[in-house]
């Protein structure tokens, strides 16, 4: 079993910075595929990328490839997303997920944190 604990979010004006950290406790993190979501007011969970077991591959939703950087140290148990260049829609809830396989469909994942608000103001 892995639990999840998001930290990092907060306030920041279009095109600041932010970085988001998700710790894991459990002895099977590492064989985990990571993934980071994010949930805006009225809409649905969205994916945002997943990052492998090894941290070596990424995938990206088209909406915040080039801005946002997935990385994972597994020594660590942590796992972090870089947010550059952020916009007032990525303003959400970010969450992180595990799963035993990469997918971009929530259902896919079994353990999720619970959750860290990210405000972009314009």
């Not at 972090?80 to 303003?91: A, F, G, I, V």
Request: hydrophobic content about 35%; glycine content about 12%.
């Amino acid at each position: 079993q892995v639990q999840l604990v998001e930290s990092g979010g907060g306030l920041v004006q279009a095109g600041g910075s932010l970085r988001l950290s998700c710790a894991a406790s459990g002895p099977t993190f590492s064989r985990y595929v990571i993934g980071w979501f994010r949930q805006a007011p009225g809409k649905e969970r969205e994916f945002v990328g997943t990052i492998d077991w090894s941290g070596v591959f990424a995938d990206y939703a088209n909406s915040v490839k080039g801005r946002f950087t997935i990385s994972r140290e597994n020594a660590k148990n942590s796992v972090h997303l870089q947010m550059n260049s952020l916009k007032p829609e990525d303003t959400a809830v970010y969450y992180c997920a595990a799963a035993p396989r990469g997918s971009r469909d929530p259902r896919a994942y079994d353990y999720w944190g619970q959750g860290t608000q990210v405000t972009v103001s314009s």
